[in-house]
């Protein structure tokens, strides 16, 4: 089987099994009206929230808010205390991450909203301060600051990008897009860091996922 071949059975008893809150619902069903990459399936959120909860994560950044479907997943893990911080250059993806994150219930201090692309707002963010950074959007809009992002998380911390086995194109040498190459370069980078260890997740559209080691 391709790697990131449709795999029907598999992946819908994957996502049916990570069930979903009717915030989550709600806004999974604005993202896709909104338009835009498409949030993360339900089995990759959960696999973020069962993250977040084993690293004891207080600090999160979400670069891309997919509407807030990435957010809510996050926050279930995260401890009770904790802050997500969301960056989004998208201010519909934006306002709909902060309704979604109020109709679930979240104060306003659990969540800080930035509007900005990664090139204007990760030199804002203290290095070394995040327990999770979370990847969300297209890599052609942070593969090119990839050095910044790793720079934010702190040692023992997490980095995940999603969606890099999306149609399998990484895996086929034919192919030459923009999005496939950047999968690749930013994979091949983070694979070859010394600082990190990391593995390919193939649930969803696919999950990189790296942890910190010094």
Do not use: K, N
């Amino acid at each position: 089987m391709t790697a990131g071949a449709p795999r029907p059975g598999v992946d819908a008893w994957a996502d049916r099994y990570a069930t979903e809150t009717t915030a989550v619902v709600a806004a999974r069903s604005r993202a896709a009206r909104l338009g835009g990459p498409p949030p993360v399936e339900p089995a990759v959120g959960a696999t973020l929230a069962v993250l977040a909860a084993g690293g004891g994560a207080r600090a999160v950044v979400s670069i891309g808010s997919g509407g807030g479907v990435v957010g809510l997943w996050l926050l279930q893990g995260m401890r009770p205390d904790g802050v997500l911080t969301a960056l989004d250059a998208d201010p519909e993806q934006l306002r709909a991450a902060r309704r979604a994150f109020g109709e679930a219930g979240y104060p306003a201090g659990r969540t800080r909203m930035i509007f900005g692309t990664p090139a204007e707002v990760l030199p804002r963010l203290s290095p070394g301060a995040y327990d999770m950074v979370v990847c969300a959007g297209p890599p052609t809009e942070y593969a090119g600051h990839l050095a910044a992002v790793l720079d934010l998380v702190r040692v023992g911390g997490t980095l995940t990008c999603h969606g890099l086995l999306e149609g399998g194109r990484i895996a086929d040498r034919a192919a030459r897009d923009e999005q496939t190459v950047a999968w690749r370069e930013l994979a091949r980078t983070v694979r070859e860091h010394e600082d990190l260890t990391s593995a390919v997740l193939p649930i969803g559209a696919g999950l990189l996922v790296a942890t910190r080691r010094r």
